[in-house]
């Protein structure tokens, strides 16, 4: 089920009449009901189609699709907000924002960074990244959580996350309470995003058991994993959230794959946006692509999704614009998915293949009498 949001008045037809016909022709099929999202007079339209024949046996669930205010955090969570409310308001249950939503994805920045040398600007960019990036715990975490109990939703929130001055794409959870759950590292970075962000360890793994379902998370890249994928399944995830920074095609191959291997939702989020969404150069640099594009150029086309554990498309993939993008999970899927394959029980061999997790924390540094304070007062 998409959800597009125009750059033109939303009535206008599209440049493709054909398709807009054929989309026309899906929703009527799929019985649903589209509602326009009200927005300040400054931003555009958004719309969102919704599954309207919901039941108590069903979870409502909503990815954003949707483009970081960058090197804005407050007004960042303003936007957040705003999209929780629009997505609270149509019944969803569970909400999931992209990767890097809070802190921002630095698409097409090198940080100025080549072998053997660093330039000033780039060692100026980071700076500033590093001040739009959030504390966990700190007042930004408090705010969300504060969202989340607001609008009684579970709320999985790319951000990240500043530990000092190394920085972590991070995914937080929060239950309809407003209670902050926890959070998930990414293991592993990938390519020049090494340079920028660390790597989480097997601490920051977790599936929290809710009302709703089992939830955790992997982002992007590291849902190719297999290992990864496998701990998640150890650990009975049924709504696997994969924020994202891919928007291609191929994406789409590897969220079915997951779905079907671990038997379970999978929620993809990721942001849609313009150049004009970053700052103008020469602040912002696209690297070697900067000059051939316009502020109306989409440097990341979205592709959010959901998908059933069947390997069923339940809503999207999206790649028009900003959009919230929702579908009512049937939760007895899973079970009749597992029937067919359950990939870390009756579809496993332990005395041929099996898998040791270290999920304990890495620390650089270990001071004694820290260890020993501990073990005196449990004692």
Same mark, same amino acid.
Request: glycine share 8%; proline share 7%.
């Given at each position: ?52 024949? !919901? ?141 920028? /962000? ?7 793994? @977790? ?13 992007? /890249? ?28 191929? /994406? ?29 150069? @020469?602040?912002?640099?696209?690297? !070697? ?12 086309? +979205? ?7 069947? +390997? ?68």
């Amino acid at each position: 089920m998409q959800s597009p949001l125009s750059s033109q008045n939303p009535q206008q037809p599209t440049e493709d009449p054909a398709a807009l016909e054929t989309g026309s022709e899906i929703i009527a099929t799929q019985l649903r009901k589209m509602a326009l999202v009200p927005q300040p007079s400054n931003e555009e339209p958004l719309f969102a189609e919704v599954d309207m024949a !919901g039941d108590s046996s069903t979870v409502r669930a909503t990815v954003v699709q949707a483009s970081t205010v960058f090197y804005d955090t407050p007004a960042t969570l303003d936007k957040a907000e705003r999209l929780l409310a629009e997505a609270a308001s149509y019944g969803a249950q569970l909400v999931v924002f992209p990767e890097a939503f809070i802190g921002g994805y630095p698409r097409g920045s090198t940080f100025g960074v080549c072998i053997g040398n660093r330039s000033a600007k780039g060692k100026e960019d980071f700076r500033k990244y590093h001040a739009a990036a959030i504390d966990v715990p700190g007042p930004e975490v408090d705010r969300l959580a504060a969202m989340a109990g607001k609008y009684k939703v579970y709320l999985v929130m790319g951000v990240i996350e500043r530990d000092g001055y190394t920085l972590y794409c991070t995914v937080l959870f929060f239950d309809s309470q407003g209670r902050y759950l926890g959070k998930h590292r990414k293991v592993m970075p990938t390519a020049l995003e090494r340079i920028i /962000w660390g790597f989480g360890d097997g601490s920051t793994i @977790p599936v929290f058991e809710t009302p709703i379902g089992k939830i955790g998370a992997a982002i992007c /890249w590291e849902n190719r994993m297999p290992l990864l994928r496998t701990a998640m399944y150890a650990k009975g995830i049924e709504i696997y959230c994969a924020p994202t920074a891919d928007s291609r095609d191929v /994406w789409q191959a590897s969220m079915t794959h997951i779905a079907l291997e671990g038997g379970c939702f999978v929620l993809s989020a990721n942001q849609f946006c313009r150049r004009k969404d970053y700052p103008p150069p @020469p602040d912002y640099i696209f690297s !070697g692509t900067e000059e051939e594009l316009t502020p109306d150029s989409v440097v990341c086309a +979205g592709g959010s999704v959901i998908i059933s554990p069947s +390997g069923t498309v339940l809503a999207g993939p999206n790649y028009e614009g900003e959009a919230l993008i929702s579908a009512d999970l049937d939760l007895g899927e899973i079970a009749r998915a597992k029937f067919d394959f359950d990939v870390v029980g009756h579809y496993s061999r332990p005395e041929v293949l099996s898998l040791v997790v270290r999920d304990h924390p890495l620390n650089p540094v270990t001071f004694t009498s820290a260890s020993n304070k501990a073990e005196t007062s449990a004692k």
